[in-house]
């Protein structure tokens, strides 16, 4: 694996923010940790920006509707490329200058699951699929990861409870989803300090509870490094 690029507060350039994103395989319930961390910082007042990839942006919209609902095949290679590009856009327009404002920017998968996915669902290699987002991005890694964890199995049967029709990615087989798990555990495991992996099969408010903890941690460092550096 190639080595970890500086987090977003020591990325190159003027980023004053936090970055905080959360990953995990489809239905683990990453959004509902999302808003409720939106909600636990905006109440101790912070300013927040929550996103999402694919579709962040205006051009990420169309860019998810290709990827998640296109009818035909899509090349593996261009199926990465078109993550690559919806992040890419995303990072420039949205999530930098949010950063660069002193932000904390709350997002809704990134990078790593680009690897997860692309890397080790479509066999597409961790370091390459890596690099790509990492070239797309100008190195831009998050402060914090939020890894939600759940045997696919599991998450599959709340997917089935929502009745909502299965997307390109949500339709792949069992063993796909597989893949996805362990990449994500795998690279979780290679950077520790980045990751927080969670049990997802834990109740809603408990995980929020865990998360919260960690958040505060990294807003504290964070305030004391802002300290250092103006003394
Ligand atoms: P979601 O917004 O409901 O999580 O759906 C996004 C889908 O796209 C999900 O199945 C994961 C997949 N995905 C990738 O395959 N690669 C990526 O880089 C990203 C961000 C998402």
Request: charged share 30%; glycine share 8%.
């Amino acid at each position: 694996m190639s080595p970890p690029v500086a987090p977003a507060a020591e990325a190159a350039g003027p980023v004053r923010g936090v970055f905080i994103t959360f990953e995990g395989g489809d239905g683990v319930g990453k959004t509902t940790q999302a808003a409720l961390l939106e909600e636990w910082l905006a109440a101790r007042g912070r300013t927040v920006a929550r996103s999402r990839e694919p579709g962040g942006t205006e051009v990420g919209v169309l860019i998810r509707d290709i990827v998640l609902h296109h009818r035909g095949e899509i090349a593996p290679r261009a199926e990465a490329l078109l993550y690559a590009a919806d992040r890419a856009h995303h990072i420039e327009h949205l999530v930098r200058p949010a950063l660069e404002r002193g932000e904390v920017v709350i997002q809704d998968r990134y990078l790593d699951s680009s690897v997860a996915y692309q890397g080790a669902g479509r066999v597409l290699g961790r370091d390459e699929v890596r690099d790509l987002s990492l070239w797309a991005t100008e190195g831009l890694l998050p402060d914090l990861t939020v890894l939600l964890d759940l045997d696919p199995a599991l998450a599959r049967a709340r997917l089935v409870a929502d009745d909502k029709p299965f997307d390109r990615l949500e339709s792949e087989q069992s063993a796909f989803h597989d893949r996805v798990r362990a990449e994500f555990l795998a690279l979780a495991a290679a950077e520790p300090d980045r990751f927080l992996v969670l049990d997802a099969s834990r109740g809603s408010a408990d995980l929020a509870t865990d998360i919260q903890g960690r958040v505060q941690s990294l807003l504290d460092a964070h305030a004391e490094k802002a300290v250092g550096d103006a003394d």
